[in-house]
């Protein structure tokens, strides 16, 4: 148990709507990340964060923002929520430094209308 | 980017049988881990192997690096084992690349 928690784990929202899910740790680990799940695929990163207020894109970042504002809490804000962002988001931790070696949250199934 | 293939795509099996899932790379990685996403959506990390073998109780892998490829290695399969497994590499912080997986029916 890597001590990762996110909230809420299921959201239903509207098209337009502004969203913000949260993912937390338990301990100081310097990277934390967001991925995104779609049907019958892996994980896509969407931003990671190196310490607090150091954010980078990643693969699939158009439309989300993040901020790090604490060293345990990363957050994904959705601006204008549409369809295409439904999807099952999954935060991650690199605990051990140098190896990128990542640990999985439980995961938050988001569904926009 | 790095691209990343799984095989075979769908395995089933009956308990007790062993299996081999293998996962191609096609560039140098830091970073090669397998995960396990079990059917209620939970990913597991399996292993950390970016070379070399490593073994934990029915489950082992490999990776050469040089050859840009890593095999799992699941034995005497449980139907506890079913599910999909993910293959990931990191070429850094923000360079993943995941495989859509291998599923896994293990049939008592």
């Known amino acids: 148990d890597a001590g990762i928690t996110q909230s809420p784990r299921h959201k239903v929202t509207e098209t337009g709507t502004p969203v913000t899910l949260r993912c937390h740790q338990t301990?100081?680990?310097?990277?934390m990340y967001w991925y995104r799940q779609d049907p019958g695929h892996g994980l896509r990163l969407i931003h990671y964060?190196?310490?607090?207020?150091?954010?980078d894109k990643g693969e699939v970042s158009d439309g989300y923002s993040v901020s790090r504002s604490k060293t345990e809490d990363f957050l994904l804000t959705l601006e204008s929520a549409t369809s295409s962002q439904t999807s099952v988001y999954f935060c991650?931790?690199?605990?051990?430094?140098?190896?990128?070696?990542?640990?999985f949250g439980p995961g938050t199934r988001l569904t926009v209308t | 980017g790095i691209q990343v293939e799984q095989s075979p795509p769908d395995l089933i099996l009956q308990e007790g049988a062993n299996s081999t899932l293998r996962c191609n790379f096609s560039d140098s990685v830091n970073n090669l881990q397998w995960f396990h996403q079990n059917p209620w959506g939970q990913l597991i990390n399996l292993f950390y192997?970016?070379?070399g073998t490593k073994q934990n109780g029915r489950l082992s892998a490999t990776t050469v690096a040089t050859e840009r490829y890593s095999l799992l290695y699941i034995s005497s399969s449980q139907t506890t084992d079913s599910g999909v497994y993910f293959c990931?590499?990191?070429?850094?912080?923000?360079?993943?690349?995941f495989g859509d997986g291998t599923t896994l029916t293990v049939k008592p």
């Open positions: 301990e100081n680990h310097r990277y």
């Open positions: 990931a590499v990191w070429a850094g912080a923000g360079k993943s690349t």
């Open positions: 964060s190196y310490g607090v207020k150091d954010t």
């Open positions: 991650a931790i690199s605990t051990t430094p140098g190896t990128y070696e990542q640990y």
């Open positions: 192997i970016p070379s």
